[in-house]
């Protein structure tokens, strides 16, 4: 081998070793996922009912980018298999609005429907109020599944109403006996980044999670 061919094999095999060492480290550092909790309810079809409870923020104010809207406490969920996943998620945001209508649907869900809160639907005694979609320019994010066809949007809080008062959307829907299913949002929430579709839209652990469905 010449000069030249060494070189190009040290330059791959750099590259590669430095490749094997990022990805290994985002798997040491990825955070710890949220057990969902389960209720002690069977769902339709077999399978428990576990519940998962979220809220979305317009700053975490923590971690590397305290400034950037995202999910807490984590964006990384684990449930059981062919589990029924009720979702509460308390949505604390003012509206950003979607650019794709088709996207103020709630599909995927059981029903295709979801219920909103004024209060924390745990707490009991509250009323929602049961919808298939929103008006598009009043969301704040939405929860997507794309791998399981499931897209829920989120309606934002009133910038007018007092302050705390938050939007708890509750949602549920089946998963599968395996699998690590991506989810996101598609509202373009990234405030100074392009089109806002760039920085917490695209980081895990803020607009971007997973769910790992297993035992």
């Given at each position: ?27 040491h550092?990825s ?29 975490v ?29 308390d ?63 989120l309606p ?60």
């Open positions: 081998m010449n000069r030249r061919g060494a070189l190009t094999v040290l330059a791959f095999l750099v590259a590669g070793g430095a490749i094997g060492s990022f990805v290994a480290a985002w798997l550092n955070p710890t996922p949220i057990t969902a909790v389960a209720s002690g309810e069977q769902g339709a079809g077999g399978g428990p009912v576990v519940d998962i409870k979220v809220s979305t923020v317009a700053a104010m923590q971690g590397d980018h305290p400034n950037w809207v995202g999910y807490l406490p984590t964006t990384f969920f684990k449930v059981p298999p062919n589990a029924t996943v009720r979702m509460t998620i949505q604390q945001d003012t509206p950003t609005g979607l650019r794709n209508e088709y996207l103020g649907l709630v599909r995927g869900t059981i029903g295709n429907s979801m219920t909103v809160y004024t209060s924390d639907p745990s707490a009991g005694g509250v009323t929602g109020k049961t919808m298939q979609a929103i008006d598009p320019t009043l969301a704040a994010h939405t929860f997507s599944v794309p791998g399981l066809g499931v897209s829920v949007p934002g809080v009133d910038a007018s109403n007092p302050k705390n008062t938050d939007n708890f959307v509750q949602f549920s829907f089946k998963v599968p006996a395996s699998g690590i299913y991506h989810w996101q949002c598609f509202v373009p929430c990234g405030a100074g980044t392009l089109y806002g579709l760039g920085g917490p839209m695209q980081t895990l652990g803020y607009m971007d999670g997973q769910i790992e469905v297993g035992p």
